[in-house]
């Protein structure tokens, strides 16, 4: 954000949602960026992380903050390294820098056929829908209709390519030693898919990072605790400078655990 008093232009804010997502997954943080240049782009159109990312960097100004959910946080790691230059802040949510584990490969593409046989909707809400948000947010059927929309709107032909997408992405452990820019790991304390420990190894890594654990929610952690997870990227975005990306190293810093 930028205060009243700095004269600055605010960088852009490039947002790459997950899996079978669109810009409603960031509706909490849009709304809230008001005065920012923000930007979506779907994490589709490409058969690999690092030419997605090419594609991304065609087509983005010569310097923004990227915001990255889940499928888009791993994106957003390949964009990283491939133009660290132009990236003044990273923040994964709900994410990983691992690479996948192939022993998972079969059963991804089992679930990419099982919902082109049965549809989205009926493999969505069986099989994902049980580990996409917390306990508590189980019975929240407004939140799970906005998945299921998202879903209807990116298809079952882009859940193939993403899934090939999520299989074959790069190990960014590596990756983020040499990433000075200000990076925001954040999570849900109860995310299933990427869960803290990931996000606590992000952190723990990168030499500028910060990271964000949000209490009573799960992978969906913007949708299901939109107050505390926006407030938290807020706070770590006053400290992305608005110019050149930052280049000095400081030690990670926990905003909130459980």
């Known amino acids: 954000m930028q205060s009243s ?6 960088l852009p804010v490039i947002l790459l949602p997950g899996t079978l997502c669109d810009d409603r997954a960031f509706a909490p943080l849009i709304a ?7 930007r979506t782009i779907l994490t589709t159109g490409a058969e690999t992380c690092a030419e997605l990312a090419t594609r991304i960097l065609a087509e983005t100004p010569p310097v923004f903050v ?18 660290p230059s132009r990236v003044a802040g990273l923040a994964l949510i709900g994410s990983t820098a691992q690479p996948d584990r192939p022993a998972l490969a079969q059963s991804r593409r089992a679930d990419v056929a099982e919902a082109r046989a049965r549809g989205l909707a009926a493999v969505l809400l069986e099989k994902f ?3 996409y948000v917390a306990t508590r947010a189980l019975d929240d059927f407004a939140l799970q209709r906005v998945v299921l929309a998202m879903s209807e709107t990116i298809g079952v032909d ?5 899934t090939e997408l999520v299989i074959s992405r790069a190990d960014s452990g590596p990756r983020l030693k040499e990433l000075t820019l200000p990076i925001l790991a954040l999570c849900g304390a109860e995310d299933a898919l990427c869960p803290p420990l990931l996000h606590e190894e992000i ?5 500028n990072a910060t990271l964000a654990i949000i209490p009573g929610a ?23 400078p608005n110019g050149a990306p930052h280049s000095l190293a400081r030690p990670p810093k926990e905003l909130c655990h459980e």
């Open 218 to 240: 799960g992978h969906f952690v913007l949708l299901e605790a939109p107050s505390q997870s926006t407030d938290a990227i807020l706070a770590w975005l006053d400290t992305v």
């Open 5 to 10: 008093h700095d004269p600055r232009p605010r």
């Open 203 to 207: 952190a723990a890594t990168a030499p």
């Open 66 to 83: 990227l915001v990255g959910f889940s499928l888009g946080g791993i994106v957003a790691l390949e964009v990283a390294a491939q133009a």
């Open 32 to 38: 809230r960026l008001a005065g920012h240049d923000v």
């Open 129 to 131: 829908w049980p580990r």
């Open 158 to 162: 882009a859940f193939a390519q993403q």
